[in-house]
């Protein structure tokens, strides 16, 4: 036999409640429980409250009363907690903003920072530069061999530093939402012949091996030429510098559909361990950045790819195995004829 459904399941420690209350005395309730032992022995399932009004210690009236009181005291709790939970959810949301606030102003800072420091950079570079040729053509009077080998070093130095200052432009640009693209019909094919015979001296000289995969007849992409040129370049230097002598570079230009085109590159290089591969893409990052590491950069490289390949309205995807090569591709919108 089983007791009817009561309000009084919903409340817990009801004994302990009517004794406070000073309804029954601790030798009632153990009375009760007593009874209510017995009956469940007999497998009658028998709640407290009736076994008290079974043993005439209460009256089915005073049972419903404190189990009220008992209820509403618990909703009144209830509702005091949601109300301390929401007040704390709005302070901790309000203080989320204001570090989201904060770390925005600190990243618009920096972006600042670096603009202005690389701008500044930009005029004594210039005339660093405008000597060197002068000297270099031998304007300034004649060289000897071996000063015109130092100077020759010293141009090619001034022109990596030159590259860095308009990638640190380019990412105070980005990084403060300046960044624009000039969007026209790009011949693929002509971009990645351009980058690939630029960048066959560098992979000589590691003794890596450079080659490109594509058709004649590739469409047309919509996209920013230089700024495309740029990003491809960049996946291109960054797989020959982490390739090891003996290996291969390949990039590719492939078509998905009629609408889109994928642009990949492919090395047999090291890899990107698999626990660190949200990491490429994070500005002024090196997964290796202690003070002997063996490849350089300002860890600028993969992050504005990653914000160029963006602004076309494309994302850039990896995969990589650790030892064995990394891949990095991503579509670009093809002009097709009814564009």
Do not use: C
């Not at 409250?49 to 209830?78: C, F, H």
């Not at 797989?239 to 085109?261: C, D, H, M, N």
């Not at 591969?277 to 290796?288: A, C, T, V």
């Amino acid at each position: 036999m089983t007791s009817p459904l009561t309000p009084e399941v919903l409340v817990p420690r009801l004994g302990e409640y009517l004794v406070h209350r000073g309804l029954i005395t601790e030798a009632d309730l153990r009375k009760a429980l007593d009874h209510q032992l017995e009956k469940q022995r007999v497998g009658e399932r028998l709640l407290l409250g009736q076994a008290l009004m079974d043993l005439n210690l209460l009256t089915r009236k005073q049972i419903d009363q404190a189990v009220t009181e008992q209820i509403i005291q618990l909703r009144n709790a209830l509702e005091d907690a949601n109300r301390f939970l929401e007040r704390r959810v709005a302070e901790r949301t309000a203080e989320l903003q204001d570090a989201l606030r904060k770390l925005s102003e600190l990243s618009q800072m920096k972006a600042n920072f670096v603009a202005n420091i690389s701008h500044e950079l930009r005029t004594p570079l210039t005339h660093v530069k405008g000597y060197l040729e002068l000297l270099t053509t031998e304007t300034l009077g004649p060289l000897s061999a071996e000063q015109k080998n130092a100077l020759q070093i010293s141009q090619r130095a001034a022109g990596r530093l030159e590259s860095l200052i308009d990638n640190l432009i380019l990412f105070s640009l980005a990084a403060r939402g300046e960044m624009t693209l000039r969007l026209a019909p790009v011949n693929l094919n002509k971009v990645a012949d351009e980058i690939i015979s630029y960048s066959r001296t560098k992979a000589a000289d590691r003794n890596v091996a450079l080659t490109f995969n594509s058709r004649p007849d590739i469409p047309s992409v919509q996209a920013d030429e230089e700024k495309i040129s740029w990003a491809i370049l960049q996946l291109i230097d960054n797989a020959i510098k982490f390739t090891p002598s003996g290996g291969q570079v390949i990039l590719s230009i492939e078509p998905e559909s009629e609408t889109l085109i994928i642009v990949s590159v492919a090395d047999t290089g090291i890899g990107i361990p698999a626990s660190r591969m949200s990491e490429i893409f994070e500005p002024f990052h090196q997964l290796d950045a202690s003070s002997t590491r063996k490849y350089g950069g300002t860890g600028l490289g993969l992050a504005l790819v990653r914000d160029i390949v963006s602004a076309h309205g494309s994302a850039i995807e990896v995969e990589s195995e650790e030892g064995k090569g990394t891949r990095f591709h991503f579509p670009l919108l093809a002009v097709t004829k009814n564009s």
